[in-house]
């Protein structure tokens, strides 16, 4: 049996909900700020009392727009609100105001890089909705309740079913979220649920098109519980199939201590949710010049980034993902104004951005406000070792002290007396002392052995603590030994 | 004609969570067909190249701006509730996890 199903292949589809970055709520003016005590951040409309009226927050719907737009969709230029209808005590109101079959975008895509490939996943829709209340459950026979997050806007991102693998689910939530953070849509926190994933997944005889039974999996709170979910429910299925069991529709929940996926229990009709236009608000309606305008406001994507700097500037794949891949498109923007001021080789500022400023903003934990250095500065410096007036060592510390004091380059080198000593007659007395402390090394060289030369340079650079001009010193040496 | 069972009645007011009697059953099957057949009618209409309604006010694009206000005081909600305990509001637990 077991070769019967021994070629398979894995169809995910990803459901992203990502609460969006907003002062207000949804439909209220609670404050959505996280981690305040229960029921602290609730009025008539998130709590569902009668006689109360919601407002969309036109920043919420603006979100949307942009990351429909950033993912390539399609606008509905007329959209409305939907009402999912179900009854359960995380939304106080019996329903959760959604949209259904007129969601803000429609048929976008992403790409996605993955080992050096770009792989375009089809977006489905981007609609925008309210997130649900938390419930806890302490006791046996009830559960507590926290409004605070009821009526936060959420969004919710579906992708049709292009991911093949664990590893392409992960890359794909990695690129979606980076865009999601750089557009200011969302904070990605996936720890604090801000972003939450949830893949469905099938497996099909390799080779046939049709879709398999889908499971849906639930509670992945991090990339590496992405992947570890996906990986183990794809085997769990493929082993099941090659028993010859039936897969059922179900929804399995990711258990992170144990590492399985365990089926979870869920109400009976519980799709049935009469889903019927929302009748407290009023269509919303986009037209060319909001469009065009929320467009503009766009930044260069994650992906626009890569394809420049690989193809424009020569930057390998993982020297462009080092600047690219962070929450802080800073790092980047900093880069391409660092570049636009030096004028010189992307990869030598490229090299600087990865050996010292990423060192240290690493270390000060990535934070961008902290920041002191100026791209220019950097440009700056990078001239100055150009024509020789700082060596390599001393521009490290140069760097150093732009990183702490944001002063420029020209100014930390004076004050410090930093400049190279570029003159014979400034470097002459050095060096004649050098030779004069090591005869024998003098002599060994006289005689061939070409190895002892650096000690003599190192002894020099020492003297002047890294300031002399290497290719004087060089030759200043060379002149004397031959002498 | 009936186009709706008293089977499918019991279904939407399970939905709604409304208990209802049998005698209450018999008379919204009645009620519900008539209601039905009235569309029914309704839709003979022809109504090719009209655009669907969604809502019936001729009015788009109401949105408030970005701002937080006050919320209630947590007492004052809390006091209304069925059930409550310290912050929190307290229901039946339902569906396990
Ligand atoms: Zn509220």
Redesign the interface.
């Known amino acids: 049996m077991a070769t019967l199903f021994a070629k398979v292949e894995t169809v995910l589809g990803m459901e992203v909900h990502a609460e969006l970055l ?3 709520k949804m439909f ?5 700020q996280f981690g305040a ?8 409309v998130c ?1 569902g ?1 009668p006689g109360s009226l919601p ?7 603006e979100h949307v727009l942009r990351t429909a737009l950033a993912l390539n969709c399609r606008i509905n230029w ?1 959209s ?1 609100f939907h009402r999912k ?1 179900y ?3 995380d939304l106080p109101k019996a329903y959760q105001i959604s949209q259904y079959d007129v969601p803000i975008g429609v048929d976008g895509y992403l790409d996605v890089r993955l080992d050096g490939e770009v792989k375009r996943i089809r977006i489905r829709r981007v609609h925008l909705e309210e997130d649900t209340g938390k ?3 302490i ?9 605070n997050r009821s009526g936060v806007p959420l969004m919710e991102v579906v992708s049709e079913p292009d991911i093949y693998s664990a590893e392409e689910a992960r890359a794909y939530l990695r690129a979606l979220r980076l865009v999601l953070v750089w557009i200011g849509a969302s904070d990605g926190k996936m720890e604090q649920g801000s972003l939450r994933c949830e893949p469905n997944i099938s497996i099909r005889p390799a080779g046939t098109t049709e879709l398999g039974t889908k499971v849906e999996l639930k ?1 992945l709170n991090s990339f590496q519980s992405v992947y570890q979910g996906v990986a183990y429910e794809v085997e769990r299925q493929t082993q099941a199939l090659a028993r010859g069991e039936e897969l059922v529709q179900e929804t399995r ?1 990711w258990d992170e201590e144990r590492l399985i996926t365990a089926p ?4 009976e ?1 519980a799709h ?1 949710y ?1 889903y019927f ?1 929302e ?1 407290d ?5 986009f037209d060319a010049p909001w469009i065009e305008r929320l467009r503009a406001g766009l930044p260069e994507l994650p992906e626009a980034r890569y394809a420049r700097y690989v193809r424009d500037y020569g930057l390998s794949e993982y020297e462009a993902s080092l600047l690219i891949e962070r929450d802080q498109p800073q790092v980047s923007d900093f880069f391409d104004a660092a570049l636009r001021a030096y004028g010189g080789d992307p990869k030598r500022v490229s090299n600087w951005m990865q050996s010292d400023f990423l060192r240290l903003f690493n270390a000060a934990g990535e934070d961008w406000p902290a920041v002191k250095v100026r791209p220019e500065h950097l440009a700056a410096m990078l001239k100055l070792q150009d024509k020789g007036q700082i060596s390599g060592k001393i521009a490290k510390e140069v760097f150093e002290v732009m990183w702490t004091t944001g002063k420029p380059p020209e100014q930390i080198v004076q004050e410090r007396g930093l400049q190279v000593i570029g003159t014979e007659e400034d470097l002459a007395p050095i060096i004649d002392q050098v030779l004069a402390q090591h005869p024998a090394v003098v002599e060994s060289i006289r005689k061939g052995e070409e190895g002892k030369f650096n000690f003599l340079v190192g002894q020099v650079m020492r003297a002047t603590r890294g300031k002399a001009d290497p290719g004087l010193v060089n030759r200043m040496l060379r002149e004397r030994i031959a002498g | 004609m009936p186009r709706l069972s008293i089977e499918e009645v019991e ?1 939407v007011a ?2 709604a ?1 409304l208990r209802l009697s049998e005698a209450e059953k018999q008379r919204l099957t009645g009620d519900l067909n008539t209601i039905l057949a009235h569309f029914e009618r309704l839709q003979q209409l022809d109504t090719t190249g009209v655009e669907g309604t ?4 001729p ?14 005081p ?1 007492e004052e ?2 006091r209304e509730a069925p ?1 409550a ?13």
Not at chain 2, 54 to 57: D, K, P, T, W
């Open positions: 907003t002062q207000s209220c003016g609670c404050s959505t005590p229960p029921n602290s951040q609730c009025c008539p709590l009392l407002v969309p927050n036109r920043a919420a719907v007329r409305i209808n009854f359960y005590p419930l806890f459950h006791e046996a026979a009830t559960s507590f309740v926290d409004y509670n929940r979870m229990r869920t109400k009709y049935d009469r236009p009748p608000l009023v269509p919303l309606e | 279904h399970w939905l969570r969604s809502h019936a006010v009015m788009s694009n109401r949105y408030r701006d970005d701002e937080p206000r006050p919320s209630l947590r909600f809390l059930d305990r310290d912050a929190f509001f307290v229901v039946p637990r339902i569906v396990e996890t």
